[in-house]
């Protein structure tokens, strides 16, 4: 019902910048929040950064001054923005969205998520 898809992901030198991208297409309401996440090998996934329908954001410690998160409404589209970036940072990330729908003749609400794209910061 809802799709999410990244793009924006590849190799970059330590110290470099990469923005990425996601749309969210499908039949829903609203967009509540957005989240990013990442997943690195042998490591559980973590959020990087989210920010609410008011626009308030949250960082991890990890990427705090570094990332910036924002999304475009009209566009139902999220970034982030990622400088100074480390080989800490490696890792896959995903998009996450918290989607308002309609099921059946119920508003309801559910997460989705994105297939996930790559990002390799070299050192």
């Known amino acids: 019902q809802v799709q999410l898809v990244e793009s924006g992901g590849g190799p970059v030198q330590a110290g470099g910048s990469l923005r990425l991208s996601c749309s969210a297409s499908?039949?829903?309401?609203?967009?509540?929040?957005w989240g990013w996440y990442r997943q690195a090998p042998g490591k559980q996934r973590e959020m990087v950064a989210s920010?609410?329908?008011?626009?308030?954001?949250k960082y991890a410690d990890s990427v705090k001054g570094r990332f910036t998160i924002s999304r475009d409404n009209a566009k139902n589209m999220v970034y982030l923005q990622m400088n100074s970036l480390e080989s800490e940072d490696t890792a896959v990330y995903y998009c996450?969205?918290?989607?308002?729908?309609?099921?059946?003749?119920?508003?309801?609400?559910?997460?989705?998520w994105g297939q996930g794209t790559q990002v390799t910061v070299a050192s």
């Open positions: 996450n969205a918290d989607v308002s729908f309609m099921s059946s003749i119920w508003r309801t609400s559910a997460e989705y």
């Open positions: 499908g039949n829903f309401i609203s967009i509540n929040a």
């Open positions: 920010i609410t329908s008011e626009e308030m954001t």
